[in-house]
């Protein structure tokens, strides 16, 4: 693919070793040419420490530097052991609260059917008390409607009877 350009987009479009990404010193210094140049400035860093300043001092310093390193590392380390220990313990307690949950809503469905059973066995001992007491009623009935029955025949019989007696 050709592209054709004009002499102004030319001048803007050629290449050169300053990338616009990069400003000022960044060219020189970056993570790499850090990393390469890293051995140099510690022994040269050392060197001048060591040659400027007095043994005794120097000592001093350096193992001020070192207990202050090991101090601030230790709280570290220990701020990170609690933080692990209260997460650990928090997923426990997450845990715990989620099984309590569970148990939660298991003993709430239990108690919802042992509420359904006992209403169950409520209405069916409410049915049989209902019955019960429509079979009293209607054997009283039965018994009434006989007897209702036996006293009318036997008024029907003795008016029968006692009518026939009369016309005599």
Known sequence: VYVRTTSSSLHNNTMSYHDGSHTGFAIFLNKQNLAFALPLITLCTVYAFFNYVPLPIALTIIGTITVLYKITSSIKSRAADKKEEKIASLDES??????????????KRLQKTAKKQKKANDKILQRI??????????????VDDEDDDIEDTSTFASRGRG??????
């Open 94 to 107: 997450l845990l715990k609260e989620l099984a309590a949950d569970e148990v939660g809503e298991r003993e």
């Open 163 to 168: 009518g026939k007696s009369k016309k005599r």
């Open 129 to 142: 008390k209902d019955n019960k007491k429509a079979a009293k009623n209607a054997g009283n009935k039965v």
